[in-house]
């Protein structure tokens, strides 16, 4: 049935770090790697070559722009995969039972063989986290890597989901968000983490890390007594002001001239 | 949201079909033999035909059975069994018409109900949707049930009952129109709130994921025709509304009902274009659509 479970034992997801997305789309590259050719019908790609190329993706970064009231505007990278709602609209409004979320890690994921490509998951869902693949008229989403994380034939460090296991800048963490303890948790409590469009009511697992402000750098070097020491400042001082040496004769004859 | 359309007939003709057989049901006009026949054979022409056309945007039609299976959740395989059970019902009913010239009542009731209760789903296939504000909201299944029995009434030939529930259609469609366009606004969500950004600063979409379209795009962010959007609302009301409602009142001839009918059925298919072109879905935030309408 395509009714909810009352709870999951465990609520798996990810823990995306704004303030560490570097915008690479390497999570995106890896994604569509693991899963064309794992769990499922390949993401297929339309007119790849051609001028109007077009695909099914599980995950996309989008860039955004954000200018506070004063100072320089911030520059933020988003990745968006499905968010392993708790309360998730897309599973309720599934005709044939074919979109469902597990008890027991709470991922929601297609049964492919029961899903007739009608669409209404997609509607339902306020992120854009599925895609209809336009070759196989089946819905395709995130899986958390099912096929990973579970997987013994992968050794223990690639059992992560293929994007986490990917980004360069470790801006995605993945874990137990029931848990407390887990090492996601923590990080969502210390760095103040949030759900998306937290008025849809859809209860995400999935938490974003907001970025935190960019020019207090700038602000430390310009304004010495706040405490916060640049260690690298006296580094990078210049080291003579007029030049020395060769150069300096070649400055002084070119004066000359 | 792309209007389909597949879905847009299947939502004007099915709706007007059933509307037409509740009206039969309920015994308005009470017809027997051949001319029952005529009218059932239009009333299943059009419901039939709409659900078959529903059919045509599965990636998978041939699976369409399994969509009965989950009908404790699911608005759409709700209709799915309000709409065979209304045909059954109302084949049975049409049978004692048509072939043993007598109409059983009950049988009739349990049918009307069954066809209203099959355009109530319809309509809450798409007022569910919390992701799309326009459409979220009681106005919805009142919308598509006044069309429904309107039309329904101007097929069975019940000029007053057509007359009267035309105009509550029109204007249960302009306040359907005027409440949606604030419902986007209204709803809260907006670029800030999807990407909860909006404690830092502005936001703005800066660079989309991807170069080209996509599946998203294609189904969730139509723009092109909202432009005309104010003149084919008036097209839409007068042809499915006013028009029809004009031709009743003049004395009845034969051509002047055809007129109202196809009037409508143009206004209706209009209407329900608009119903689909105009919905605006949360996930075009993501992408800086709808920035005219965010706060």
Same mark, same amino acid.
């Given at each position: 049935?395509?009714a909810?479970?009352?709870?999951?034992?465990?609520?798996?997801?990810l823990v995306?770090?704004?303030?560490?997305?570097v915008?690479?789309h390497?999570c995106?590259i890896?994604?569509?790697?693991?899963?064309?050719e794992?769990?499922?019908?390949?993401?297929?790609d339309?007119?790849?070559y051609?001028?109007?190329?077009?695909?099914?993706?599980?995950?996309?970064?989008?860039?955004?722009e954000?200018?506070?009231?004063?100072?320089?505007?911030?520059?933020?990278?988003?990745?968006?995969?499905?968010?392993?709602?708790?309360?998730?609209?897309?599973?309720?409004?599934?005709p044939?039972g074919?979109?469902?979320?597990?008890?027991?890690?709470? !991922?929601?994921?297609? @049964?492919?063989?029961?899903?007739?490509?009608?669409?209404? #998951?997609?509607?339902? /869902? &306020?992120? %854009?986290a +599925?895609?209809?693949?336009?070759?196989?008229?089946?819905?395709?989403?995130c899986?958390?890597c099912?096929d990973? !994380?579970?997987n013994? @034939?992968?050794?223990?460090?690639?059992?992560?989901?293929? #994007?986490?296991?990917? /980004? &360069?800048? %470790?801006? +995605?963490?993945?874990?137990?968000?029931?848990?407390?303890?887990?090492?996601?948790?923590?990080?969502?409590?210390e760095?103040?983490?949030?759900?998306?469009?937290?008025?849809?009511?859809?209860?995400?697992?999935?938490?974003y890390? &907001?970025p935190?402000? +960019?020019d207090r750098?700038?602000?430390?070097?310009?304004e010495?007594?706040?405490?916060?020491?640049?260690v690298?400042?006296?580094?990078?001082?210049?080291?003579?002001?007029?030049?020395?040496?060769?150069?300096?004769?070649?400055?002084?004859?070119?004066?000359?001239? | 949201?792309?209007?389909?359309p597949s879905v847009?007939?299947?939502t004007?003709f099915?709706?007007?079909?059933?509307?037409?057989?509740?009206?039969?049901?309920?015994?308005?006009?009470a017809?027997?033999g051949?001319?029952?026949?005529?009218?059932?054979?239009?009333?299943?022409?059009?419901?039939?035909?709409?659900?078959?056309?529903?059919?045509f945007?599965?990636?998978?039609?041939?699976?369409?059975?399994?969509?009965f299976?989950?009908?404790?959740?699911?608005?759409?395989?709700?209709?799915?069994w309000?709409a065979?059970?209304?045909?059954i019902?109302?084949?049975?009913?049409?049978?004692?018409?048509?072939?043993?010239?007598?109409?059983?009542?009950?049988?009739?009731?349990v049918?009307?109900?069954?066809?209203?209760?099959?355009v109530?789903?319809?309509?809450?296939?798409?007022?569910?949707m919390k992701?799309?504000?326009?459409?979220?909201?009681?106005?919805?299944?009142?919308?598509?049930?006044?069309?429904?029995l309107?039309?329904?009434?101007?097929?069975?030939?019940?000029?007053?009952?057509?007359?009267?529930?035309?105009?509550?259609a029109g204007?249960l469609?302009i306040?359907?129109?005027?409440?949606?366009?604030?419902?986007?606004?209204?709803?809260?969500?907006?670029?800030?709130?999807?990407?909860?950004?909006?404690?830092?600063?502005?936001?703005?979409?800066?660079?989309?994921?991807?170069t080209?379209?996509?599946?998203l795009?294609?189904?969730f962010?139509?723009?092109?025709?909202?432009?005309?959007?104010?003149?084919?609302?008036?097209i839409a009301i007068t042809?499915?509304?006013?028009?029809?409602?004009?031709?009743?009142?003049l004395?009845?001839t034969?051509?002047?009902?055809?007129?109202?009918?196809?009037?409508?059925?143009?206004?209706?298919?209009?209407?329900?274009?608009?119903?689909?072109?105009?919905?605006?879905?949360?996930?075009?935030?993501?992408?800086?659509?709808?920035?005219?309408?965010a706060?």
């Open positions: 049935m395509t909810l479970p009352e709870r999951t034992d465990r609520k798996l997801g995306i770090d704004l303030d560490t997305c915008g690479c390497a995106v890896s994604c569509k790697g693991w899963n064309t794992n769990y499922g019908a390949p993401l297929s339309q007119d790849p051609g001028g109007a190329p077009s695909g099914t993706f599980l995950n996309r970064v989008h860039s955004y954000v200018q506070p009231p004063e100072g320089a505007a911030q520059l933020v990278h988003f990745p968006k995969s499905c968010l392993h709602c708790e309360d998730a609209p897309c599973v309720t409004v599934c044939t074919a979109s469902y979320k597990r008890v027991e890690d709470g !991922i929601v994921l297609v @049964n492919e063989s029961d899903c007739i490509g009608c669409g209404l #998951c997609a509607w339902a /869902c &306020p992120y %854009g +599925r895609e209809l693949d336009a070759a196989e008229g089946v819905m395709k989403k899986t958390l099912v990973r !994380i579970y013994e @034939n992968l050794p223990e460090v690639d059992r992560t989901p293929a #994007c986490v296991r990917t /980004c &360069p800048a %470790g801006a +995605r963490h993945f874990g137990d968000l029931s848990d407390p303890a887990s090492d996601v948790s923590r990080l969502v409590s760095r103040g983490g949030v759900d998306l469009m937290p008025e849809q009511g859809t209860k995400p697992v999935n938490k890390l &907001p935190r402000p +960019r750098l700038a602000r430390d070097a310009a010495p007594t706040t405490g916060e020491i640049d690298l400042a006296p580094f990078l001082e210049p080291v003579a002001e007029t030049p020395q040496g060769f150069i300096g004769w070649l400055d002084r004859a070119l004066e000359k001239l | 949201m792309h209007p389909a847009i007939v299947f004007s099915s709706g007007l079909g059933f509307g037409l057989l509740f009206w039969l049901g309920i015994g308005l006009p017809v027997t051949w001319t029952a026949f005529a009218f059932f054979t239009i009333a299943y022409l059009f419901a039939v035909g709409g659900l078959v056309s529903s059919t945007h599965l990636g998978h039609p041939e699976r369409a059975l399994k969509a299976t989950q009908w404790r959740t699911s608005w759409l395989s709700r209709e799915g309000a065979v059970a209304s045909l019902v109302m084949a049975a009913y049409g049978a004692g018409l048509v072939f043993v010239q007598s109409r059983w009542p009950v049988l009739g009731y049918g009307a109900a069954l066809c209203l209760l099959t109530f789903t319809t309509s809450m296939i798409y007022a569910q992701t799309i504000p326009r459409w979220n909201s009681v106005l919805t299944p009142l919308n598509y049930l006044s069309i429904s309107g039309g329904g009434a101007l097929l069975a030939g019940q000029i007053t009952w057509a007359i009267w529930l035309l105009l509550a204007v469609q306040a359907a129109w005027l409440r949606g366009d604030r419902a986007l606004t209204d709803s809260g969500t907006d670029l800030a709130s999807a990407t909860r950004l909006g404690t830092i600063g502005k936001v703005r979409a800066f660079e989309p994921p991807h080209g379209t996509n599946y795009l294609k189904e962010v139509h723009v092109v025709g909202r432009k005309h959007a104010l003149k084919l609302r008036v042809l499915m509304s006013a028009l029809p409602v004009l031709l009743l009142l004395p009845f034969h051509i002047a009902a055809a007129a109202a009918v196809v009037s409508h059925l143009a206004g209706v298919l209009t209407a329900r274009w608009l119903f689909f072109a105009e919905a605006e879905h949360v996930v075009g935030l993501y992408y800086g659509a709808h920035a005219g309408k706060a």
